[in-house]
């Protein structure tokens, strides 16, 4: 009977020694992970603060959904129904200490007053040396910048919204479109 009682010591101590030391490895784990979180969000904000960056667009939503016209006809850009469009070529905004250069698609309706002039670029495309620039960062860590060229023909305002982790929307505002958002992630330039 003593050896019996014995066991179940000996059986309860390894069983937490063997659970101590699951913790102790689950902790371990975790610690890396956070790091890990923590340089990069660090790396972002520097990225961010250096005003030397790229926002790489991966995705387009248009303000009226997928819906579009062509010649009169209506078309869905997005089969799948999600309101997303995957923009499968390198489109981007670079912003540069002294300049702005975007280099979008656009999918959505485009106004013009009569005598306004021809809308000769296609996308959201134009390179600014005059704009503004400002930059707020959140409780959560995320960072919201405002870009307001001043010498773009069509475009009022940009707004891009950054994650602790890189990933970022972008919104854009002119005065002869519809809204859009861009959906991606910035990097190095």
């Known amino acids: ?43 972002v904000k520097k990225l961010l603060d250096s005003k030397a960056y790229i926002f790489k667009a991966q995705f387009a939503d248009p303000l009226g959904g997928t819906m579009t016209t062509l010649n009169g006809r209506f078309f869905n850009l997005a089969p799948d129904g999600s309101g997303r469009i995957y923009l499968n070529y390198p489109y981007d905004v670079r912003i540069k200490p002294d300049s702005v250069i975007s280099f ?40 919201t910048i405002v870009i307001t060229p001043k010498d773009a023909r069509y475009t009022n305002k940009m707004i891009l919204d950054v994650s602790t982790s890189g990933y970022a929307t972008l919104q854009v ?17």
């Open 1 to 43: 009977m003593k050896s019996f009682k014995y066991l179940l010591v000996l059986a309860g101590m390894l069983t937490y020694g063997a659970f101590a030391m699951a913790q102790t490895q689950d902790s371990t784990k975790k610690e890396p992970h956070k790091d890990r979180k923590a340089m990069k969000a660090e790396e």
């Open 104 to 143: 979008l698609p656009y999918f959505g309706r485009v106004t013009m007053a009569a005598g306004y002039g021809t809308n000769t670029d296609n996308g959201i495309q134009f390179t600014s040396t005059k704009f503004g620039y400002e930059s707020k960062t959140n409780k959560k860590g995320s960072t």
């Open 173 to 189: 505002i002119s005065n002869n479109k519809n809204a859009i958002s861009y959906s991606g992630y910035v990097d190095e330039k």
